[in-house]
């Protein structure tokens, strides 16, 4: 069977996307990168691009374009005939659909506090009040566990993965507390696929934030 | 007795605050899978605090089900327990295409039901009503009314779990505005569809619903009394 071209279309940033470039480098599959540079750049494409709800990341397979981040790691774990990666049974499958509600709500809050300058001088209170607490949650949940949902590697764990790296690059100490969560990273980082494109200069090279994020991380 | 004991572990208890916001699609989806279940309903900090307390649960959160032992938090993942409890996948999407679409559409329903609690809290909302509908509301709308045509329900003929958020979201907005939907005659001809569906209507004309406020009565915005 032919193998339908992929083109994810993003801003050429890690930022919300990432999880689905870590998804398509551990399932295997070649794809290139369309890379946004400017607002109006991509209000061109936005104009053409046939899909109902046009959107950044988008990806496109073949004719088709889709956009939501969710749905298109749902099309390439179908794509790629992972449906494991759901979950290996129905409680997993539930278990993971509320770990990543938690993800999603963790993501969009210290999103919101990166984009928002006026925040930044209140980060540790931010962290105490709004991060702390759900990563406690995480860590607890992540007990005994190789990754998030179990024995076996979840989508969610890309989301996971993301979202406490970037924490941790707010704050180096983010994860001083949580040992569980620290092994599940561990194991994520050790997946092959994984660790080879960490390694790689698209990984390397590639900036966390857009230019107009005016947050500095602590190094 | 035994057999009193097994009605009662059939009961479920759904637990949220008393008003509609983010438990709603979930309470017409129990009513629609027959599901028979306790609907709590806090009207206080103080009553949540005593009930968390007493649920012994490690990370409560509201809302949350209760199916016997269990506890599960996280609006999504009840409703997916809820599809597989009733031995209802379809509910998830038919097809893999129409699982992936129902995941999309969850996306942009899930943004737009922020959007509109954000307006709903905003202090400013009665003046900056006319600009949130402009630049926020109508262009999802309009694209959720095009992506709807032809279509039965909102993914195509099999109802699914998205139907559940996507009516919440149309019946919030054609409260805050009653011409909301004007212009968008296929999210009107979806929205009666599923409210037409016996479940549905049976719920919609019971008390419990009737009296149940949209949000909070503190918020700025004031929806019509139920």
């Known amino acids: ?219 | 007795s035994d057999v009193y004991k097994r009605q009662m572990e059939d009961t479920v208890v759904l637990a949220y605050w008393h008003i509609q916001s983010f438990a709603e699609p979930l309470r017409m989806l129990l009513e629609y899978l027959h599901i028979k279940y306790e609907d709590k309903a806090f009207h206080t900090d103080e009553e949540w605090a005593a009930d968390k307390k007493a649920l012994n649960f490690p990370f409560p959160n509201l809302p949350y089900l209760k199916d016997g032992d269990k506890v599960l938090c996280e609006s999504e993942a009840i409703g997916y327990y809820l599809a597989f409890k009733a031995k209802r996948i379809d509910l998830f999407g038919t097809t893999e295409d129409e699982r992936v679409q129902a995941t999309m559409v969850r996306g942009v329903l899930a943004d737009f039901y922020r959007d509109i609690g954000q307006f709903v809290w905003n202090p400013n909302c009665a003046t900056d009503q006319p600009k949130v509908f402009e630049e926020k509301f109508n262009p999802r709308l309009k694209r959720l009314n095009d992506f709807a045509a032809g279509k039965k329900h909102i993914i195509g003929d099999n109802i699914n779990l998205v139907d559940f958020l996507l009516y919440q979201v149309l019946y919030t907005v054609r409260k805050i505005d009653a011409k909301a939907l004007d212009a968008y005659p296929n999210l009107q001809a979806i929205a009666q569809t599923f409210e037409n569906i016996p479940e549905i209507k049976a719920y919609h004309e019971s008390d419990r619903f009737k009296s149940r406020p949209i949000y909070d009565d503190e918020a700025p915005f004031k929806f019509p009394a139920p």
């Open chain 1, 1 to 219: 069977m032919a193998e339908a071209s992929i083109t994810l279309g993003y801003w050429g940033i890690q930022g919300l996307a990432e999880p689905i470039v870590k998804l398509l480098e551990y399932l295997g599959l070649k794809y290139q990168v369309k890379a946004y540079t400017s607002p109006e750049e991509w209000a061109a494409d936005k104009a053409t691009l046939n899909t109902p709800f046009p959107n950044l990341p988008y990806l496109k397979v073949g004719d088709k374009t889709l956009t939501e981040s969710e749905a298109i790691a749902y099309f390439l774990v179908f794509h790629a005939n992972r449906t494991d990666l759901f979950g290996a049974n129905n409680d997993e499958r539930v278990q993971a659909t509320a770990v990543r509600g938690v993800v999603s709500d963790v993501t969009r809050d210290f999103v919101a506090f990166i984009m928002d300058a006026s925040k930044h001088a209140e980060q540790d209170k931010y962290f105490e009040e709004k991060i702390h607490p759900r990563l406690a949650r995480l860590n607890a949940f992540a007990a005994g566990k190789k990754h998030i949902i179990g024995d076996n590697l979840n989508l969610v764990d890309f989301a996971l993965f993301h979202a406490l790296y970037i924490l941790g690059k707010m704050d180096s100490k983010v994860l001083d507390n949580y040992p569980n969560l620290q092994n599940i990273i561990n194991n994520f980082n050790a997946i092959p696929q994984i660790n080879a494109y960490h390694a790689s200069d698209a990984f390397k090279n590639k900036p966390l934030l857009p230019p107009t994020a005016a947050y500095k991380f602590r190094d």
